[in-house]
Every structure is written in C-alpha cells, then in structure tokens.
C-alpha cells in the first residue's frame, strides 16, 4: 500500500471539524484505499430504538462504459429498518464479514463506537476478498471514533452534555443552506400566502430561560443552580425528539431547534415541557418556572434575524408574567409586537 496515501488519508480526517464532513471524509478514504463497491454510514437515532437507522451518506463506485470506475455519493439522509444481520452487528458490538467462496462478492458491517456505546454501522459491500484489508477498515474506523470523540468534547456543553453554543451557530447555518437549497418560498405581507405557509410545517428556533435564576444561587447557592440546570437538560432531552437540536448557551439560557412541526405543534410540545418543568419538584429549591419564545426559521433570514425574532417573544413572556410560551409571528399577527426586517446583509458568525 502507498504509505504516502494513507498518510494523506489520516491527515484529512482529523482535519475534519463538523460531523457531516467527517463522515463523507471517511467514506471518500475508504473508497480509495479499500476495493469497495459501495459504502454507506448509518446512525442510530435513539438509543432505546436500535432497529431505526439514519443513513447519513453512502459511496458507490461502478465501472463506467470505458471501464473505469466511477464514483457517485448520495449524502440525503434516509430512515431505514435495521437488517437482522446489522442489529445482530449493534446488539454484540461485534464486526461481521462474509466472503464468498463461489463469487467475487464480499461484505463487512462494524459498529461505530461513541464512550463504549455503539452510535452506528459501517457497511461495505466489494467484489473483491476483504480479508486482506480487515486491519486497514478497522484502524481507519478507530481514528474515525477518535476523531468523534474530539470533536462532540469540544461542541458539548460540559455540565449538561447538550450542544453548545459554537455548535448551534453551525448547525443553524446549515439548516438554511437545506432550506435555501430545497426552494422554499420567502414568506411575504401577502396574507393569503403567508396563511397558507404558517399552516405546513416548519423549523423553528426557540429561546428559554429560567425565571428568576440569580435569585436561586444568590439564595441557594451554585451547587444547587447547577442541579437545576442539570435536570431541566435531562428533561429536555426526554421530551424532545431524536431530530430536535437542544443547545446551553450559557448560564441559564437554553435553545431548541424544532425540526418539521406545525406551529400549533410546536405551542402544544413547549407548553407541555413548560408545565412539566412548572410541576417538578426540585431539591432543596422545590419550584423554578422557565419563560419561552420561538420563531420560524425562514430561509430568507439571517441567522441573527431568526434568534433576535425568538428573543423578543421571549422578552414578551418575561415582561407579561413570565412562566408563559410565545410565538413571534403569532404576536405580529395580533399586533403585539411590531415586524422588523433587515434589509442588508449582517456578518453575524
């Protein structure tokens, strides 16, 4: 093997610093340093469900008219059941290969492993033996896995383990450039046009805090303000679903990434997590109540656009009570608050 090509193999997957990047990176390097045919990268949404699997990115490589191999990557994501031979893969922890003895046909699954906890498969498909490269496949998954585990340290909010402020500021963007790149059509003071698109559904970016925090450590102390943070993150992570992006900004402030959800939904979901936060008693401090705000996430927006958006329904539900969920398009349209744009473009990230 060219010891300068997998050189330059390893050099470019831990330059990666985005997951998506990091798992084309890996299949790109597999398909050029394993004689493979097809590859793909499957994610495991929830923990609890094993058998629901995300197919994050696939690599086929087919030989073209001139018999040269062409390579074609789909990077789409797609819900698929798990195949017995894969869940067999996750519940074990153990890597599976079949060569054929009758064909030049070969294939091979691993788990991915995040923390000891498998959190995806691996799966190769190649019309070659690929008992000679097992070593190869399985050092190249183990600087994947460490390249994962860098990568979710430095985007983790250290005491609640949601994402944190850098990773919201990424993963925003990349939500419009889908929305911007899927067409959708730029909300305008048509009334009719706009009915029409607040009844489908939406991503929408919600603002949340705490009320009256500083009174809880000034009166209890960090250590206690640290558990409620703590258990108000392990909430959210409860009520919300696999495809919601949870993030800590900082100190008392949390926001949410509510993907494909009406915006009646979206009020039935945060007010529900309102009132479960309402009734839960806390240690020591029994009861906090926390304020929310949420906007759509338009393609045409700037990101600072959205969050300022989502900002001012929560300030609406800070200055009127607190303990409140508000929507800022619904408080437009009842004249509550009062629309503005940005009309040029503000370098925000």
């Keep these: 093997m060219n010891q300068d090509k997998l050189l330059a193999a390893i050099i470019d997957i831990t330059s990666q610093r985005d997951h998506d990047a990091l798992g084309n990176t890996l299949m790109s390097i597999l398909i050029g340093l394993v004689p493979i045919t097809r590859t793909s990268l499957y994610r495991i949404l929830n923990e609890n469900v094993q058998h629901i699997l995300e197919e994050v990115v696939c690599f086929e490589s087919q030989k073209n008219d001139s018999n040269e191999f062409k390579q074609t990557q789909s990077d789409t994501p797609r819900i698929i059941e798990a195949s017995d031979r894969i869940k067999s893969c996750i519940t074990k922890k153990e890597v599976f290969w079949q060569d054929s003895n009758h064909e030049q046909y070969s294939k091979f699954l691993a788990p991915i492993f995040y923390k000891n906890t498998v959190i995806g498969i691996l ?17 190249i998954i ?15 909010d250290t005491l609640t383990g949601l994402r944190n402020r850098r990773t919201f500021d990424l993963q925003l963007s990349k939500l419009l450039e889908k929305l911007d790149i899927a067409g959708n059509k730029k909300i305008t003071s048509n009334n009719n046009e706009r009915r029409f698109l607040e009844s489908k559904t939406a991503s929408w970016l919600v603002t949340m805090d705490i009320d009256h925090f500083k009174h809880v450590n000034d009166n209890y102390g960090h250590v206690y303000g640290d558990e409620v943070l703590l258990m108000l993150s392990q909430m959210m992570k409860k009520t919300f679903r696999d495809t919601d992006l949870l993030f800590r900004f900082g100190g008392e402030e949390f926001v949410i990434i509510l993907t494909t959800i009406t915006e009646d939904n979206a009020f039935l979901v945060l007010e529900r997590f309102r009132e479960t936060i309402a009734d839960y008693t806390f240690p020591k401090i029994n009861q906090v109540t926390i304020s929310i705000g949420y906007a759509m996430i338009q393609h045409s927006d700037f990101p600072i656009t959205i969050l300022d958006k989502a900002d001012k329904a929560l300030y609406y539900a800070k200055e009127n009570g607190r303990n409140q969920v508000y929507c800022y398009e619904k408080l437009v349209r009842e004249g509550k608050l009062k629309e503005e744009t940005i009309t040029q473009e503000v370098e925000l990230f």
């Design 142 to 156: 183990k600087i994947y896995e460490n390249c994962i585990f860098s990568l979710n340290e430095s985007e983790q």
């Design 123 to 139: 799966a190769l498909e190649s019309d070659h033996q690929l008992s000679n490269y097992h070593h190869l496949i399985q050092d």
